[in-house]
Structure formats: C-alpha cells, structure tokens
C-alpha cells in the first residue's frame, strides 16, 4: 500500500511539474508573439496544450493524452473566480456604468434568447439525428452550455482608450453572459422538467431572477464589509502585507459564500471587485494599490493561461472520443448544428436589442453603428472554458467515463466548437477588427454631451497613474461641468439623471462611511 501511494505521489509531482513548466512555456512564447497579428494568448495556450496533448499519446501509446484530469470542481472553485473578480477589480467603471443598460440587455436578455433559440433548435435538429436518449433537461443545458461565450480573444484586439464603448460592451456583456449561463444551468438542475407546465415555468424564472439579484447584492455587501473593516482598523499602520491578504481573502469568501448558498459565485465576485476598486482600493496605501492591482491581475492570468492549456490537451482525450467514433458521421453532423446555432442565436439579440438600445438614446455619439455590432457579434462566437466545464458537469456522470454515446457525443462536440472559435474565429478577430475599426478612425463614443456623469465617482486615471502608467497619469482629468440639480433631468434623460443623484449619494452617504477616492491629497494623506 505504502509503494502505491508513494507512486502515485511521484507521478502527481511528475504531472505537476511538467504542467507549471508548459505554463512558462506558454508566456515565453505568447510574449515572442506579442506583435503577431493571428496569435494572442489564448490560442497560444491552446496549441502548446495540443501539442503536448500529441506528445503523451503518442508516447502512452494511444492510453492517455493529459496530465492532470479535468475538474469542474477545481474549475469552479479555483480558477474561475480570480478571473472574474479581475474584470471587475480593473473594469472602467464610468463606461461600464455609463452603459449598464445597454450591458444587461445584450448580457441577461441577450443570454435568455439565446439560449432559447439553441435549446428549441438543438432538440429539433438532434432527434432527427438520432445521437442517443436525451432529454428535455438535456436540451435546456445544450442551450445554457452554448449561450456561455468566451470574448478573451477580442478584449485582447480591442483598447480601452481607443474604443472605450465597443470595450466596456463585449466586456461587461461577457461577464454578466457567463453569469447568466450559470444561473440558467444550475436552475435547470433544480426544477423537474419532465412534465413542465406553466406554474413551472414561473418558478424557474422566479428562481432565476432571484439567483441573479440575490448573487449582486451579496457581492456589493461583502465589498461593501472589506471596505468598512479596513477603513476603520487601519491595517496599514501595521502591516501592508495585512491589509493585501485581507483584500484577497474577502474577495475569494464572496464567491465561496455565494456558492455556499446555493448562489451564482461569478456575478458575486465580479459586483465584490467593483466595490473593493471603489471604495476598499483607496483605503489602503500607495504600495498596496500597487501590489493588489498586479496580484489580481497576475493571478488572472495564470488562471486564463492553465484553462486554455488543458483544454488543447483534453481535446485528444481517447476515451470521449472511443464512444464517439462508432458515429463519426453524426458527430461532425452535431458540431456543424451546434454551430449554426451558435451564429443565429447570436445574430437573434445583437442586432435587434442594438436597434432598441439605439432608440434611447438621442445622441448620435451614444449609438452602436452597424460595424460595431458586427464586432460585438462576431466577440461572442467563441466558446471557452465556461461551456466546457458545463458540458462535463451534464453530461459525464461518472469521472470521465462517457459510457452514453449521445453523453460522449455531446462532450466530443463541444470540444470541437470550442477548439473552432478558439483557433479560427481567434485567428480572425484581430483582421476583421482592424478591416472593420481602423486604428486611425475616432471612436465615436467619446462623450461631448455635458450630461455625461459617471455613475460612481472614480478617477480612473488617478487610479492608473497611481499604479505606474505614465500614459494615463498625461491624460486631463475630467471637467467638472455645471449639471442640473432638478427632476427634469431625471425624467428627459433618465440614465444621466440616475447617474448624477447616485453621485450626490455617493459622495454625501456611501464615501463617509466606507471611505473612496479623495477629493484632495490633504484627504487622502489622512487616510491613515
């Protein structure tokens, strides 16, 4: 017993090893290809993970393909929420607020059509193929697995500062889109859908409209905490490196509660870095702004990187594709529909909820032109690691072990439409962006209207200067321009209206007691 579990520990360093060693490789060579205008990170990530997929099978001799087996747990629990949490630790909050509205259209609503359209085409189209017994509960997770999208690939293309609309849009919609994903598949595995009825389906959408406000709120409280604790006990006076690890452990405890409570973990964290970069970030000192600002964003990174990687080697995993090649015809067959799906469920929100989004806005400067909406379309036909993750969790009930053809088919399929927008639509964002937005156009979304008031009082390039960018610390900061103070406003404009009375908020109740940016260094040298 004591040589077999000292065998398996070697072989477990031995995995380890060679992993975290792919890993450097990874950034060695995505840093080589940083100017590359096919490559960025993930699809470099991707093909060192094929490769070296390639390498162990053909040294195991057809048995194994991967080092370390795919987790969804550890997924889940590990390297999913220090990604989410970044993008809302370093999101523009102005921009991301300015066009909230808009975000959770194209996000939630968005989202819900999609996945309608998937589910309903994939459960027409799969029983004329006749893969395997699936369900409608089957159908519905095809549906959430596939509205899930990946829009790493574009945010690499597109820049904060040359596109800050286009930006703030494919980004806030990827995160509130996963969100919603997750919130559909674990409400569909809570409800009994085989005999659905109309008082069901009210409850299903109850539930789901519960998890989404319920998971916000409970990521603004616990940011909301961190701010308070570390504002009041001065951590800083003692110990930076306290006040550091408080930041990260109270951010990752947002998302474990979430989860503990049955909640969605990625709308929790991601509304928690909100609020800890508006309020906790500015109660710390100058080298901790510096240091949480790299560590989330390290962390991040290395997450991003290991999920791309396994997914290239998972993808030459022999055992799904064991069960799957009895039917190779019908495989290729379900990739192809899944696909199409993909691209109509897609083309079904974007340009319609873009005409409406349009239509309430009066400013022509605010509106999304038809090349952008190509952009925040084609942003949203890559598949990642979210939709593969929830594949696993549907359907391989056992491990791995796909012993169901249409199970195996399922998984196979999915990994091909994830490797297809990964490599190929990748490959093309950077192109058809630059065809589409030439770096010489002036975005259009800069904002000239006197009305434009952010939503939370942030000085993004306070921020960005204090962390060391120098081409930030050059940009002026903001006119504070005379804004009217009466209804009027809140009732002709009403997301400006919004936006300046949460300001007067802001600034007389919420930065009193939980602290934010201040308004002079005399205030922010009395921080502590």
Same mark, same amino acid.
């Given at each position: 017993?004591?040589?077999?579990? $000292? ?42 993970? =094929? ?12 048995? #194994? ?33 300015? #066009? ?35 369900? =409608? ?48 598949? #674990? ?43 570390? %504002? ?95 039917? @190779? ?22 340009? @319609? ?48 072990? $796909? ?17 297809? $927008? ?16 030439? @770096? ?7 904002? $000239? ?20 960018? %120098?081409?930030?610390?050059?940009? @002026?900061?903001?006119? #504070? ?48």
């Amino acid at each position: 017993m004591e040589l077999v579990t $000292t065998a398996t520990n070697q072989w477990c360093v031995d995995s380890i090893t060679l992993f975290i060693a792919l890993l450097c490789a990874c950034m060695v060579i995505g840093h080589l290809l940083e100017e590359n205008r096919w490559i960025n990170e993930s699809i470099t990530a991707v093909l060192v993970g =094929l490769c070296t997929g390639m390498v162990i099978l053909l040294t195991t001799k057809g048995k #194994n393909s991967h080092l370390l087996e795919f987790n969804e747990e550890v997924f889940f629990i590990y390297l999913l929420p220090p990604i989410i949490f970044n993008a809302g630790f370093q999101v523009k909050k102005k921009q991301f607020f300015r #066009n909230f509205l808009t975000i959770m259209l194209f996000g939630a609503i968005g989202s819900v059509i999609s996945f309608c359209i998937i589910s309903f085409g994939a459960k027409a189209i799969f029983e004329n193929l006749g893969i395997g017994s699936l369900e =409608l509960q089957d159908y519905l997770a095809i549906g959430a697995i596939f509205s899930a999208t990946d829009s790493v690939c574009t945010l690499q293309v597109l820049s904060q500062d040359e596109t800050p609309l286009l930006y703030s849009l494919v980004f806030g919609e990827g995160v509130v889109n996963d969100a919603t994903s997750v919130v559909l598949f #674990n409400a569909i595995q809570k409800f009994d859908l085989s005999h659905v009825t109309s008082r069901v389906a009210l409850q299903f959408m109850g539930h789901f409209l519960f998890l989404f406000i319920a998971s916000t709120l409970m990521g603004i409280l616990v940011g909301l905490l961190c701010a308070y604790i570390i %504002k009041k006990l001065y951590f800083a006076r003692h110990s930076t490196d306290r006040e550091v690890a408080l930041m990260i452990l109270m951010a990752y405890l947002s998302y474990i509660m979430a989860e503990l409570f049955n909640l969605s973990g990625i709308l929790t964290v991601f509304f928690c870095g909100i609020v800890m970069s508006h309020y906790t970030w500015h109660n710390v000192t100058r080298s901790s702004r510096i240091t949480t600002k790299h560590i989330f964003a390290t962390l991040s990174f290395i997450a991003e990187s290991c999920i791309f990687l396994y997914v290239g080697m998972d993808a030459l995993d022999i055992e799904k594709w064991k069960f799957a090649g009895d039917v @190779p015809g019908k495989s290729v067959a379900v990739s192809a529909a899944l696909f199409g799906l993909v691209l109509i469920g897609r083309a079904a929100f974007v340009f @319609p909820l873009s005409f409406l989004s349009n239509f309430s806005w009066k400013s022509k400067s605010d509106k999304i032109d038809l090349k952008q909406q190509v952009t925040i379309w084609w942003a949203g036909l890559m598949r990642g690691a979210v939709s593969m993750a929830l594949a696993y969790t549907q359907f391989a009930s056992s491990g791995h072990q $796909t012993q169901q053809q249409g199970n195996a088919v399922m998984i196979t399929s999915t990994i091909t439409v994830v490797l297809f $927008t990964t490599m190929v639509c990748g490959m093309l964002t950077k192109p058809l962006i630059m065809f589409l937005l030439p @770096p010489s156009t002036t975005d259009p979304s800069t904002p $000239t209207s006197s009305y434009v008031i952010p939503l939370l009082a942030n000085n993004d390039t306070e921020r960005d200067a204090e962390a060391g960018n %120098k081409d930030a610390a050059a940009i @002026p900061p903001p006119i #504070n321009l005379r804004r009217p103070s009466s209804l009027c406003m809140l009732l002709t404009r009403p997301i400006y209206g919004v936006h300046y009375y949460w300001r007067r908020f802001d600034d007389s109740v919420m930065r009193p007691v939980f602290g934010g940016r201040p308004d002079s260094p005399e205030e922010e040298g009395n921080l502590h």
